[in-house]
Nanobody
């Protein structure tokens, strides 16, 4: 059973910083990519940032220069460092993992429960 455990959300003032963490646990054969999506009220879920097993990253244009994604392969953990936060960054942030749970299993998407990030004065 694969589980994704997120932490680090909260309330922060505009211009502030937060760091999100997501640890993947359970039976894992290979993790191909991990990342973060977000969903604001009334909007569709959107990709914020992703990182592949080799280290290549992809960031949404709206967060480039402010957010950084990193990964600790030994801990199966992905981090999202969020700086210069804006009110429009307010959303529920979901951790995502693209992985294969066992040698004969199929590659699947897994999601965390979500963590609220609120940017407000």
């Amino acid at each position: 059973q694969v589980q994704l455990a997120e932490s680090g959300g909260g309330l922060v003032q505009p211009g502030g910083s937060l760091r999100l963490s997501c640890a993947v646990s359970g039976t894992i054969f290979t993790i191909y990519a991990m990342g973060w999506y977000r969903q604001a009220p009334g909007k569709q879920r959107e990709l914020v940032a992703s990182i592949r097993s080799g280290g290549s990253t992809n960031l949404a244009d709206s967060v480039k220069g402010r957010f950084t994604i990193s990964r600790d392969n030994a801990k199966n953990t992905v981090y999202l460092q969020m700086n210069s936060l804006k009110p429009e960054d307010t959303a529920v942030y979901y951790c995502h993992a693209d992985l294969q749970a066992n040698r004969i299993g199929i590659r699947q998407d897994y999601w965390g429960q979500g963590t609220q990030v609120t940017v407000s004065s």
